[in-house]
Each structure stands twice: as C-alpha cells, then as structure tokens.
C-alpha cells in the first residue's frame, strides 16, 4: 500500500497557471500503480481529472481539461506532477491524488489510496 501526498496548491488568477505535485510512500519499489487526480467542489461531485501509470507510460484526461492540463511523472522517484495552465474559476476545487495497484483504464473508479488534498483557487 502507499500513502499520497499532494502540494503546490494555492491562488491564482484566471488564466494563471499552477503545478501540483503528489508524492508517495510504501510498498512502490516492485509495484506499479495507476495514480489519478480527482477534485471536488462546494457542492459538487468528486470528478476524475487524469491518469499516468508508473509503468509504460498510459495516460487519461477528462474533457474539461484536455488542452490545458498535463499529468507527468518523475522516473526513478515516487512524484507525479499536474501541470495546470489557462486556469478558470470553474477550476476551483480542493484537488486529491490516489492510487491503485493496477494498470491505468478508461475509468475513474476504484482508486483505494487518497492523499489529504491541496486547494486550488482561481480567481476573476
């Protein structure tokens, strides 16, 4: 099992750009995981954002930030980055990092592993 850990949150204005980083710990030397961004806002449904798989190289994004976000990982680390750019308020969420000890898939279920979560904040 591995223990997330999110950072790099904080205030932007509309059309700033953020990174956010997700570190892990535990069982990871011979494991490879599926880790995903999710967030979630005042009043709304968790949603997945994207996917990268820590073995050959798998990614997924949702619509709403196809374009302008990039998911990327840190090889030899346990450290996936989210690049964020073209920020808008509708972005403003507390955004989490999880993982799942399996390959990458078409599908935002069954991530057993959250980290606290980081605020992001965009302003007009």
């Known amino acids: 099992q591995v223990q997330p850990k999110e950072s790099g949150g904080g205030s932007v204005e509309a059309g700033g750009s953020l990174r956010l980083t997700c570190e892990f710990s535990?069982?990871?030397?011979?494991?490879?995981?599926?880790v995903g961004w999710f967030r979630q806002a005042p009043g709304q449904e968790r949603q997945g954002v994207a996917q990268?798989?820590?073995?050959?190289?798998?990614?997924y994004y949702s619509d709403s930030v196809k374009g302008r976000f990039t998911v990327s990982r840190v090889y030899g680390k346990n450290k996936i980055y989210l690049q964020m750019n073209d920020l808008n308020p509708e972005d403003t969420a507390m955004y989490y990092c999880?993982?799942?000890?399996?390959?990458?898939?078409?599908?935002?279920?069954?991530?057993?592993?959250w980290g606290q979560g980081t605020q992001v904040t965009v302003s007009t």
């Open positions: 999880a993982a799942a000890q399996r390959s990458c898939r078409d599908s935002w279920d069954d991530f057993n592993y």
């Open positions: 535990g069982d990871t030397s011979d494991t490879k995981y599926c």
């Open positions: 990268i798989y820590t073995g050959p190289v798998t990614t």
